[in-house]
């Protein structure tokens, strides 16, 4: 599917998907989210998340973590695969954008139809924000794991154990201690060059995504012998 597909759905609200699924998040989603909740990032890593700060708590009946009885408890802000549900959204290599359809849940009470496109359905939920920030850090990302990779490739069987045992993981006064933490990792980047940390939560990614980039470069020219 691409945006030109013919595509609608109506939510039931009947809360069937919201069970059961491993919801995965980015720095900008954990950001919106935790500022939904009136904490910092660091909070809500650690009360809302497991894996690290990679996907959302569930509750032990396999419902998320924010489920209500009204429904979503974070619905301004939550995550992109909840937005666009039930299609997922997949980027190839090359950069190239489709969808699919997921299957849905055998008792769901949504409305399947082709009233719009996919492209309105995105609109329509806001997904172009969340679009644009996962997209900028999968890039990062897959550059890193590419420099990363490329390094690795160039050692010796020696240099491969080092690598293996303790260059992979950033040290604890990098700029970025954890790569999903952007409060804590945009509160050193901005002490370490004596300017004050903005409140705005765009800034706050650009930030972020600056500070990680640094870390990343750093990080190849010390390994880089």
Not at 19 to 31: A, D, T
Not at 44 to 63: E, H, M, P
Not at 161 to 171: A, F, L, Y
């Amino acid at each position: 599917m691409t945006r030109a597909t013919p595509f609608s759905y109506a939510c039931g609200r009947c809360g069937r998907c919201c069970h059961g699924k491993g919801i995965s998040l980015n720095p900008y989603e954990v950001l919106r989210l935790a500022r939904n909740r009136g904490v910092t990032t660091t909070e809500f890593i650690a009360r809302y998340t497991d894996t690290g700060g990679t996907r959302l708590a569930q509750r032990a009946d396999g419902s998320c973590v924010f489920l209500t009885t009204e429904g979503c408890g974070v619905r301004v802000d939550r995550p992109l695969v909840c937005r666009i549900y039930p299609l997922a959204r997949l980027v190839s290599a090359e950069g190239e954008e489709t969808f699919s359809e997921l299957e849905p849940h055998p008792q769901t009470e949504g409305r399947y139809g082709t009233a719009g496109t996919v492209g309105d359905y995105l609109e329509s939920n806001g997904a172009e924000p969340f679009i644009r920030a996962v997209d900028r850090y999968l890039n990062l990302f897959r550059a890193m794991t590419g420099s990363l990779a490329a390094q690795i490739d160039n050692l010796s069987d020696a240099g491969r154990e080092v690598v293996g045992r303790e260059c992979v993981r950033p040290q604890q006064n990098s700029a970025s201690p954890t790569a999903l933490d952007v409060d804590r990792t945009v509160d050193e980047f901005c002490r370490a060059r004596g300017v004050s940390k903005p409140a705005d939560a765009q800034r706050l990614i650009e930030l972020h995504l600056e500070a990680v980039s640094a870390w990343s470069s750093q990080f190849n020219e010390e390994n880089a012998s």
